[in-house]
């Protein structure tokens, strides 16, 4: 079986039949757009194109909504394959601020408590990281897409978190039993400190996006890579809240980590943070890679769209 894979600028028929195996689309996920808003936006323009109502469209493994990068997303038959590309390994790059916590572990949630990081310089990051390679157990952040009894926990993690905001606690809520639930085996095959930046209190700490291959111009601030360099379509999820750290000027590392397919980079940022004596959380992320899928091959949203144009 083998699947169709369009090039920026390939022209679709409008027959799904042209294409037995279906179609899959590597979709550099924009900023702020949650996986589902990318797949209803998709899902209507392939109705259209491909005039079919019941068509099948769907994702092989979601994107926090401040991650950007390789989504891929199944049309048609594709979809049966979907489980397959979820299963292969990932790469991302993950800036990781150290001195803060969040209670999602990035920047959708506020910053819950600050932690001295004194002792976090470059020479400690790259001489803990090699103890998180290797087969291991990890917790997964209670906010995440994991389900316990048909509930997604993120849900679950919000009403808890609105309701501990006004000062209402669930007694029915077990945390224990919750976190022996999200324990899972994974392998973080390589590790790569890109850079790393020590704490400034006269300069704020921003995050170090490159920009978007496809963009020509430059972001402003780095902090405005993330925004500025994504696709020129109207955010889907501007309910979305992005904490601002930048002004506490705390050190940040920038880290290249090769994984197994449910790794979950803000957990690994919690445990970083811990390993060093302080808290961390991430303040970028970018999926470069799942299987053979390159962020350098994906297409932007709208050339994902301009595809199945009428």
């Known amino acids: 079986m083998s699947f169709f894979q369009p090039a920026p600028g390939t022209v679709l028929t409008h027959d799904i039949a042209d294409y037995p195996d279906g179609v899959v689309l590597p979709i550099d996920k924009p900023y702020r757009w949650t996986s589902a808003d990318v797949i209803r936006k998709v899902k209507f323009a392939a109705f259209r194109h491909f005039r079919k109502k019941n068509l099948k469209v769907g994702h092989a493994g979601t994107l926090d909504p401040l991650a950007t990068g390789v989504l891929l997303v199944c049309l048609g038959p594709a979809c049966k394959r ?173 880290i290249r980590i090769a994984c197994s397919k449910g790794t979950y980079i803000r957990a690994f940022a919690r445990d970083l943070g811990e390993a060093l004596g302080t808290g961390a959380h991430l303040s970028g992320l970018v999926r470069t890679k799942t299987g053979a899928f390159r962020l350098e091959d994906a297409l932007s949203l709208e050339e994902a769209l301009a595809l199945l144009a009428e």
Request: hydrophobic letters at 35%; charged letters at 30%; proline letters at 6%.
């Open 82 to 254: 979907a489980q397959e590309f979820q299963d292969h390994d990932k790469e991302y790059v993950a800036n990781i601020r150290f001195g803060a916590t969040t209670p999602s572990y990035d920047l959708e949630k506020e910053v819950d408590r600050t932690f001295p990081y004194d002792q976090v310089t470059e020479e400690a990051v790259r001489a803990v990281l090699p103890s998180f390679l290797g087969p291991q157990e990890q917790v997964a952040p209670l906010f995440s897409a994991k389900s316990v009894d048909g509930v997604r926990a993120y849900e679950m993690a919000r009403k808890l978190y609105r309701n501990a905001q006004k000062g209402i606690l669930d007694p029915d809520f077990d945390a224990a039993a919750l976190e022996t639930l999200h324990r899972s085996r994974i392998t973080i095959s390589d590790l790569e400190l890109l850079g790393f930046w020590e704490a400034s209190a006269e300069t704020p700490r921003t995050s170090f996006f490159s920009p978007d291959k496809r963009s020509k111009k430059s972001c402003p601030t780095p902090d405005a890579d993330a925004a500025c360099s994504q696709t020129n379509v109207k955010s889907a999820s501007s309910r979305i809240n992005v904490a601002d750290t930048s002004s506490l000027g705390l050190p940040e590392a920038k």
